[in-house]
């Protein structure tokens, strides 16, 4: 059973709806007689239709348009920022408050044991019922949230412990009270800080990948995506709002936006990209979750064999040398005449 | 009225006419209301740096367009042709009476300012400079935010020219912010809010959000001056806000309270 289908998983689901019919009817005694006098093998029916939604599965999953993917990574059943704390780290204690002013629950973080290390780890955190999605602010963090997230990195640099961090959200607050609580100037500081912390920083891309509000708690060491999140300057409906003043072509500019997690890591700006079970996380999140464990693991191992000079200045050449540029032989200092 | 073309202008703050020459005579800002205008990259040195003294670095560096984002080269060069220039921020050396700075000017004319790869370059090459060479780095910020042509690439110019700032935080070499209209988004929430001293000129648009992204604000009573500079001032986000005409001898007595030359080398030079 899928629960919550997107609109291309309704296939799917339809099938699923006949394999169940199809199972009642192999436990009903009396069905079951009935589909025998018709000449029917009932378990080789249920066997020859989930053949079919496996095939159908992995040649809908195989072949998602940048749009489906937005709605994976926004898919409510997906594992979020604390199901994968429960799942892949222990002894778990959650600090709150920015000492400033408020705890933003859109932030999530505190102290854990990750194997045999002792870790700070933090992330967004969505939810999926109405109350608490009005209390995680749908995953969008405020000035506070950031404030937090700087003060569990600074945690993390003076104990020594390697940083590991999970992204999801869909953008940084941007009400009123977030401007007058200085949302920009926090998410600055975030950003500069984070390339200073002299310990590894292992950044994972759950779910949304929101602009900045997402870049900054994830200026990490080595930055890896679940296959079916995303990454993106700006929500898709903002661009088509801002290029064709039309929210509704939303997944066309997620087309031009290229913002799966395949594209991040052709542009080689993350490192890897995790595979999640056919149909997603949200199918599987143990399965999951143990993928993810693996891939951190494996990296921290990495950073921790690295100088913190190493590590500080693999961090800065990393982030330094993004983008795509031309650049000509003609070297300048010409003067600009001042009129 | 048959007035001829380029003589007069209608003010966008007091909707006045005013002489043309009137505006260039008062650093473009309107005498009447205060309003200040837009200045071209030239306009912008001649009222800021001292006369000659700017060169410019890394003018060769140029757009590409790595995802094929539709017309999104047709743009560039469009604005390429427009401005003359090869994207939204030039960068260069320069003197404020006589003391040496590494400068860096926005133009808004250039695709609304965008930050995209060329702009995150130029402006990490400008800090770096600036770092190797122990001399102060103004940036004139002018920006709608990242430039979304460019996809994730622009995003990450958010922390490549944070991790510039965090270069010369580190080396105690001084970093001066001059917000100027606009500078919201992605470029607000990096390097623009990272200054040692952050300066805004008067009216500028200065925020977060950009209002066609989305305003979330439902219900809430906006206040008139909400993203401008008087707005970020109130808010404890800015310094000062700076006129033009007092901008230049502003700076002046902000390089000199810098000067990076460590007491003791100067006296050794004495």
Redesign the interface.
Same mark, same amino acid.
Request: glycine content about 8%; overall charge negative; proline content about 4%.
């Given at each position: 059973m899928l629960n919550n289908p997107l609109d291309f998983e309704k296939p799917i689901a339809e099938l699923d709806d006949l394999i169940d019919e199809l199972k009642k009817v192999g436990r009903d005694p009396n069905e079951r007689q009935d589909a025998v006098n018709n000449g029917i093998d009932v378990e080789a029916e249920i066997g020859r239709f989930e053949a079919a939604r496996q095939q159908m599965a992995r040649q809908i999953y195989s072949n998602l348009t940048p749009w489906n993917e937005v709605q994976m990574a926004r898919h409510t059943d997906r594992p979020y920022t604390l199901d994968y704390i429960g799942m892949i780290f222990d002894d778990f204690v959650e600090l709150h408050g920015d000492r400033t002013n408020a705890d933003d629950p859109a932030i999530v973080g505190g102290t854990a044991r990750f194997g045999s290390d002792a870790v700070v780890v933090m992330g967004h955190q969505k939810a999926r019922d109405l109350k608490g999605r009005q209390m995680r602010n749908f995953g969008s963090a405020r000035p506070a949230g950031f404030r937090k997230a700087l003060r569990l990195m600074k945690l993390a640099e003076k104990f020594r412990k390697p940083l590991i961090v999970f992204v999801d959200t869909p953008a940084?607050?941007?009400?009123?009270m977030?401007?007058?609580?200085?949302?920009?100037?926090t998410? !600055? %500081?975030c +950003?500069?800080?984070m390339?200073?912390i002299s310990v590894p920083i292992v950044v994972s891309v759950i779910g949304e990948g929101g602009?900045?509000g997402a870049?900054?708690i994830?200026?990490g060491d080595r930055v890896l995506m679940l296959e079916h999140s995303v990454?993106?300057?700006?929500?898709p409906?903002?661009?088509a709002?801002?290029?064709w003043n039309d929210r509704n072509r939303a997944a066309e500019a997620a087309g !031009? %936006?290229? +913002?799966t997690a395949k594209?991040?890591l052709d542009?080689g700006?993350v490192d890897e990209v995790l595979e999640e079970p056919l149909g997603g996380a949200q199918r599987d999140p143990t399965a999951m979750a143990g993928i993810l464990k693996q891939a951190i693991t494996r990296n921290l191992k990495d950073l921790k064999s690295l100088s913190t000079e190493g590590l500080l200045s693999n961090r800065?050449d990393r982030?330094?040398n993004?983008?795509?540029?031309?650049?000509?032989?003609?070297?300048?200092?010409?003067?600009?005449?001042?009129? | 009225m048959n007035v001829p073309e380029g003589l007069v202008s209608k003010c966008p703050g007091c909707k006045e006419i005013t002489f043309n020459k009137e505006l260039e005579r008062n650093f473009n800002v309107c005498p009447k209301c205060g309003f200040h205008h837009r200045l071209a990259l030239t306009e912008r040195l001649a009222l800021t740096v001292d006369e000659g003294s700017f060169l410019e670095i890394n003018g060769e560096v140029s757009s590409q367009d790595p995802l094929g984002f539709p017309d999104y080269s047709t743009k560039l060069q469009r604005d390429m042709a427009k401005t003359n220039l090869r994207d939204g921020i030039t960068t260069g050396c320069a003197t404020i009476e006589g003391k040496p700075l590494i400068l860096g000017i926005a133009d808004f004319n250039f695709m609304g300012g965008s930050m995209g790869s060329v702009a995150g370059e130029k402006i990490v090459r400008a800090m770096e400079t600036g770092e190797r060479e122990r001399k102060p780095v103004v940036l004139f910020t002018a920006s709608g935010g990242a430039r979304m042509q460019e996809g994730l690439f622009s995003l990450m110019q958010m922390a490549k020219t944070s991790a510039g700032a965090a270069k010369l935080d580190r080396a105690g070499v001084p970093y001066i912010v001059v917000l100027t209209h606009p500078t919201t988004a992605g470029v607000y929430a990096s390097y623009a809010s990272l200054g040692d001293v952050i300066l805004a000129e008067p009216g500028a648009t200065v925020g977060f959000a950009g209002l066609r992204v989305g305003n979330q604000n439902m219900g809430v009573k906006l206040p008139d001056d909400f993203q401008t500079s008087e707005f970020q001032f109130r808010c404890g986000m800015v310094d000062r806000i700076v006129p033009r005409k007092e901008m230049r001898a502003t700076l002046a007595k902000l390089l000199t309270f810098f000067d990076v030359t460590p007491a003791e080398v100067r006296a050794d030079a004495q």
């Open positions: 940084a607050e941007a009400n009123l977030a401007e007058e609580d200085g949302i920009s100037e998410i !600055a %500081l +950003l500069r800080e390339v200073l602009s900045g870049l900054g994830a200026v990454y993106s300057v700006i929500p409906e903002g661009c709002a801002i290029l !031009a %936006l290229k +913002l594209h991040a542009f700006l800065y982030f330094r993004m983008g795509r540029w031309a650049e000509s032989e003609t070297v300048t200092c010409a003067p600009v005449p001042i009129s | -």
